[in-house]
């Protein structure tokens, strides 16, 4: 079930990301392009990020809004899934030279897609991440103790773990994690790139 609620907030994310997108382009009179579309999930995460990193700043309810963003996003997420199925499928297919490159991408993404459905289990994370994250969405702001120190260093990454918590998953930050390296696609979609994605995507 956590998996599952990750993916359509990930959705969600895609949906807030190619909106801001389309826009923008809108406002400065250019052309949306269906390539546009691999840079929506690190667009939108970084849109609702600045948003709640504001609110969490001034101490403005930021809890309510972050479960609100979320629960804004989960439905959203619902309304994308088909269209997100449809874009990438012609998106894929219109940005590579030739057929075997497509595949090799789809590969690298559907293995990077596994690793990231897996719970939370590294010892840092479990530590200092994913608590930092529910200190947020339970304070609704920083930590302002001196101890324990290592809940002072919580910033914006940890935002990204409340607003997957809000709704009851913790897969959601690798999720957005796997999703933003979406971003390299576009630029390293020529075959004479093929060893660059290989050393980018799979260090």
């Given at each position: 079930?956590?998996?599952?609620?990750?993916?359509?907030?990930?959705?969600?994310?895609?949906?807030?990301?190619?909106?801001?997108?389309?826009?923008?382009?809108?406002?400065?009179?250019?052309?949306?392009?269906?390539?546009?579309?691999?840079?929506?999930?690190?667009?939108?995460?970084?849109?609702?990020?600045?948003?709640?990193?504001?609110?969490?700043?001034?101490?403005?309810?930021?809890?309510?809004?972050?479960?609100?963003?979320?629960?804004?996003?989960?439905?959203?997420?619902?309304?994308?899934?088909?269209?997100?199925?449809?874009?990438?499928?012609?998106?894929?297919?219109?940005?590579?030279?030739?057929?075997?490159?497509?595949?090799?991408?789809?590969?690298?993404?559907?293995?990077?897609?596994?690793?990231?459905?897996?719970?939370?289990?590294?010892?840092?994370?479990?530590?200092?991440?994913?608590?930092?994250?529910?200190?947020?969405?339970?304070?609704?702001?920083?930590?302002?103790?001196?101890?324990?120190?290592?809940?002072?260093?919580?910033?914006?990454?940890?935002?990204?773990?409340?607003?997957?918590?809000?709704?009851?998953?913790e897969q959601f930050g690798?999720?957005?994690?796997?999703?933003?390296?979406?971003?390299?696609?576009?630029?390293?979609?020529?075959?004479?790139?093929?060893?660059?994605?290989?050393?980018?995507?799979?260090?």
């Open positions: 079930t956590s998996l599952i609620v990750s993916i359509i907030l990930l959705l969600g994310v895609i949906n807030i990301g190619t909106f801001i997108q389309k826009l923008i382009s809108q406002k400065l009179g250019i052309e949306y392009s269906f390539t546009n579309f691999f840079f929506s999930p690190i667009i939108g995460i970084y849109f609702i990020i600045f948003f709640i990193y504001l609110c969490l700043i001034f101490e403005f309810h930021a809890s309510l809004i972050i479960k609100l963003t979320a629960y804004t996003c989960l439905i959203l997420g619902i309304f994308q899934l088909l269209k997100f199925k449809i874009e990438l499928i012609y998106t894929f297919r219109n940005n590579f030279e030739n057929k075997s490159l497509h595949i090799y991408i789809s590969i690298i993404f559907f293995l990077l897609f596994l690793i990231s459905s897996f719970p939370i289990s590294h010892a840092d994370a479990l530590d200092y991440h994913f608590y930092g994250g529910l200190d947020l969405l339970q304070l609704g702001h920083f930590q302002k103790e001196i101890l324990n120190m290592h809940n002072n260093l919580v910033s914006v990454g940890e935002i990204i773990i409340a607003f997957g918590l809000a709704v009851k998953t690798s999720m957005i994690q796997m999703a933003s390296l979406l971003a390299l696609v576009p630029v390293f979609s020529k075959k004479k790139n093929i060893f660059l994605i290989f050393l980018l995507i799979c260090p």
